[in-house]
């Protein structure tokens, strides 16, 4: 397992110094001059050449780039033109409210998925089937703004059960935390309960008509022990691929309903850096959201050597 674990954290290096490489690139991609977009074009040029030098875009482009890779490693990633305050202070300040929506999402998702998937491999054909195939279709086609708004508008505006939008941290109270985080967990979550109930589904049936399957079910060991201990424990290592990439897509992928229920996470806070030219915090956020891309299809990776000890003998040839 640890020589394992040493080659995918070798794999990661050139992946992370590609992305970062990218990332730094954006202040240059980005058309004009990033000391007069931001100053506006009413700056005058003194204070276009203040704030060159402040944010050292007088220097060569190389040397630049090894200062910013510099201080990254370091933990630096520069200061907030608009916020007053360090990127990565930023990026803290933002972080927990996305990886608690995150979270609940998936859950979300996995308890509406795996016993969906389980159900309609049990009930190939059947109207059962059909039933759970059809709200995957419809679970993966409605767009998270849509039914956010009408998520809103059942439970917020017409019930009244739950806020319209906000947030409040774990410190508030357990309750109070989540009331807040249900609805745009659940505009998330479902969407992702689809593409996981319909992976759970295609892993079940391959792994059902499997020769050892039908020796137990001959051998009269419980249904329930046959498809949770026996066909589960061996479907899962596709679902434990989906379920990772659905976690990837929900950390990286909130902004929309973010901003749409004002939750300030990582999300928003890029919203809000791109429409203010705030170029070292969309730097720092980006970079951040790759990070985390890398680092949880990694940690995805060790489970795959737990969860299949095949995959570490193969990663020995």
């Known amino acids: 397992m640890k020589s394992y674990l040493i080659k995918r954290l070798l794999s990661v290096v050139p992946v992370l110094f590609i992305v970062s490489t990218i990332v730094f690139l954006i202040l240059y991609l980005t058309p004009g001059d990033p000391a007069i977009v931001i ?7 003194e204070q276009v050449d203040n704030l060159r030098e402040q ?12 200062s910013w890779i510099g201080n990254a490693l370091r933990g630096d ?10 990127v990565m ?13 995150g979270i ?7 308890v509406l998925a795996i016993p969906m998937g389980i159900i309609a491999a049990r009930h190939k054909g059947t109207a059962t089937d059909q039933s759970v195939m059809a709200f995957s279709l419809l679970g993966m086609s409605i767009p998270n703004f849509l039914l956010s708004l009408f998520l809103i508008l059942i439970f917020s505006v017409t019930l009244r059960w739950l806020p319209v ?27 992702h309960a689809a593409l996981i109930a319909r992976m759970t589904r295609s892993a079940m049936l391959e792994v059902l008509n499997a020769n050892y399957i039908k020796t137990a079910r001959a051998k009269g060991v419980k249904e329930r022990w046959v498809i949770y201990k026996h066909a589960l424990r061996n479907a899962f290592l596709p679902i434990l691929t989906v379920m990772g990439q659905s976690f990837l897509s929900l950390m990286g992928g909130t902004a929309i309903v973010e901003t749409i229920f004002s939750i300030p996470g990582i999300g928003q806070l890029i919203v809000n850096a791109v429409m203010r030219r705030d170029y070292a915090v969309v730097q720092g956020a980006v ?10 299809n990694l940690a995805v990776d060790m489970l795959y ?13």
Do not use: C
């Open 39 to 45: 100053l506006g074009e009413e700056a005058s040029q």
């Open 55 to 66: 944010l050292g875009l007088n220097r060569p482009m190389v040397e630049q780039y090894f």
């Open 77 to 86: 990633l520069g200061e907030s033109f608009y916020m007053n305050e360090t």
């Open 89 to 101: 202070g930023a990026i803290l300040s933002h972080l927990g409210p996305t990886i608690s929506l």
């Open 104 to 110: 609940l999402a998936e859950l979300i998702a996995l």
């Open 165 to 191: 939008a906000g947030y409040q941290p774990l410190s508030a109270g357990l309750w109070e935390h989540l009331k807040f985080l249900i609805l745009p967990a659940f505009a998330l979550g479902t969407a």
């Open 287 to 296: 970079l951040y959201v790759t990070f985390a891309f890398v680092f949880i």
């Open 305 to 317: 050597g737990i969860v299949n000890p095949q995959v570490r003998l193969d990663s020995k040839k």
